[in-house]
């Protein structure tokens, strides 16, 4: 069964694209040091209470052995921190309360290969 996207590439659009990814792939950004990703600790600070919060943001692979305040990316409240900066504002769902948070610090530990 063929599906039209709306669009076709051709053999000279296919070759562009895999050129762009290429070079993507060979020069990756990286995000700002100050930003939530994976193995980071994001502190933030509850809008509600004024309490503070810290958590660590884990890969899904780690999150059936995450210890208490790691926070996997496969939740939707993991997916709202990653790539949160300080200042961002994240929204808290506790039980049938609503509230806010505001990141204050993400700090990243340093990737060894």
Do not use: W
């Not at 884990?58 to 200042?87: H, Q």
């Amino acid at each position: 069964m063929m599906m039209d996207a709306g669009f076709h590439l051709g053999s000279r659009d296919i070759d562009t694209l895999n050129a762009k990814l290429g070079r993507i792939y060979r020069n990756p950004v990286a995000p700002p040091e100050n930003t939530a990703r994976i193995d980071s600790t994001v502190t933030l600070i509850n809008c509600l209470d004024s309490s503070v919060l810290t958590f660590r943001l884990t890969d899904d692979s780690d999150c059936p052995e995450a210890g208490k305040g790691d926070v996997c990316i496969g939740s939707p409240f993991g997916l709202a921190l990653l790539g949160t900066r300080p200042g961002s504002v994240v929204k808290l769902g506790t039980s049938n309360e609503e509230g806010h948070a505001v990141v204050l610090k993400v700090e990243n530990t340093a990737h060894q290969s």
